[in-house]
């Protein structure tokens, strides 16, 4: 999946043009070809940074324009759509929070907010989160679902959270 046009200028989706035109113009700054050719002494390396301004220019050409930001917000809105059905994500993905004696299993979803699942809720579909320290082990009770599917806490993306390969984590 490549980087949204609001990812490479480090944006949030709603943000006002105000908004964009300033991260832009200090993105730019940041990768501008001549600057960067006067502080990198390594030459090769100047193609890197010199994709990323074009990315950057790209980006402002779209996103600077109602009506071609207006066009693309569609197109974006319809990959969401695409890609509602999910992303597949290993135990090894998540993020792992202690509340107590309850472990959390938290995967950044891209509005913002995440997919969650706790010890709690594992343990009733059949799987044992168990805690050794810094390590997580999750042992499957019955031969239940391999994989369980978690909804975002805020919009309608889900993924699907794989259980195989959980053991020493
Ligand atoms: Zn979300």
């Not at 991260?23 to 994709?51: A, E, M």
């Not at 050409?61 to 992303?87: F, H, M, W």
């Not at 499957?140 to 919009?155: E, I, K, Q």
């Amino acid at each position: 999946m490549t980087r949204t046009h609001y990812e490479i200028l480090g944006v949030k989706e709603g943000a006002t043009y105000e908004e964009i035109r300033t991260r832009y113009r200090s993105s730019v700054l940041n990768y501008h070809p001549d600057k960067l050719q006067k502080t990198d002494d390594l030459s090769n390396s100047i193609n890197l940074p010199d994709n990323r301004f074009l990315e950057i220019q790209r980006a402002w050409e779209i996103l600077g324009n109602p009506t071609s930001r207006a066009v693309y917000d569609i197109e974006l809105q319809t990959l969401k759509q695409d890609a509602t059905t999910s992303e597949d994500v290993s135990i090894e993905d998540m993020t792992i929070e202690y509340a107590g004696d309850v472990v959390e299993l938290l995967y950044q979803c891209r509005c913002g907010d995440c997919f969650s699942i706790d010890s709690v809720e594992l343990e009733e579909m059949g799987y044992l989160l168990s805690r050794d320290g810094d390590f997580i082990s999750l042992q499957t009770l019955n031969s239940f679902p391999a994989s369980v599917v978690l909804p975002c806490g805020s919009c309608s993306l889900k993924i699907r959270l794989l259980m195989n390969n959980a053991e020493n984590m």
